[in-house]
């Protein structure tokens, strides 16, 4: 089975950017790789999501214009590189995979990785 883990959280005071990372143990027919962020007593949302197929992102509504995602087929790893973090963005970000176009709903994507915490400070 895929597996996928996530790294490159921490501490980042607001106005500042943070790199995230998802490595994936494989690809076995998942196409796409999704980012959701997770914030306290809150829903997850969708970020971002690229297919492997093509480096066409799609991004959610947190973070428009200042998250980006990019993807390394060689070492099937999806990097989210966020700018101006705000505090409210304090959350759990996690890594998702699907099979399929990319898709915003937490129900499309069938594998998820455990997280990642990033905490902003004002």
């Known amino acids: 089975q895929v597996q996928l883990v996530e790294s490159g959280g921490g501490l980042v005071q607001a106005g500042g950017s943070l790199s995230l990372s998802c490595v994936a143990s494989?690809?076995?027919?998942?196409?796409?790789m999704g980012w959701f962020l997770q914030a306290p007593g809150k829903e997850r949302e969708f970020v971002a999501a690229?297919?492997?197929?093509?480096?066409?992102?799609y991004y959610g509504h947190p973070g428009q214009g200042r998250f980006t995602i990019a993807r390394d087929l060689t070492n099937n790893t999806v990097y989210p590189h966020m700018y101006r973090l705000q505090p409210e963005e304090t959350a759990g970000y996690y890594c998702?995979?699907?099979?399929?176009?990319?898709?915003?709903?937490?129900?499309?994507?069938?594998?998820w990785g455990r997280g990642t915490q990033v905490t902003v400070s004002s």
């Open positions: 998702a995979a699907r099979a399929g176009n990319t898709g915003s709903q937490v129900r499309e994507y069938v594998k």
């Open positions: 494989g690809r076995n027919g998942l196409t796409t």
């Open positions: 690229s297919r492997w197929i093509d480096d066409s992102p």
